[in-house]
């Protein structure tokens, strides 16, 4: 979103839409968090990553570690439930 509007393609001047995107999807993630929360607890580290994407700063240098944050997740989803070893 950020792009579109540096590059010109899309015409905003005010900053105001994009906190607004911000603070909706905060309250959006935390919603779904407190819901969800004891099913998904690793679903909080991408939440609050979701916000930087539609913050009006968010140049690309932001979102070279989302990768890594996003691999964390799913080792920690993978190794964090107990495995069943059988022996033969």
């Known amino acids: 979103m950020v792009s579109l509007v540096q590059t010109g393609i ?3 001047h005010s900053t105001l839409l994009f906190t607004l995107m911000e603070v909706i ?3 959006g993630g935390l ?3 407190l819901i969800y929360g004891r099913k ?3 679903a909080a580290i991408p939440l609050s990553i979701l916000p930087v ?3 009006w700063r968010s140049l690309v240098g932001y979102f070279y570690y989302v990768d890594v944050i996003l691999l964390a997740v799913v080792l920690i989803q993978y190794y964090g439930q107990p ?3 059988f022996a033969r």
Request: glycine share 0%; no cysteine.
């Open 10 to 12: 899309v015409d905003i």
């Open 31 to 33: 919603t779904w968090y």
């Open 25 to 27: 999807s905060f309250a």
């Open 53 to 55: 994407f539609l913050s």
């Open 40 to 42: 998904y607890p690793v």
């Open 83 to 85: 495995r069943l070893f």
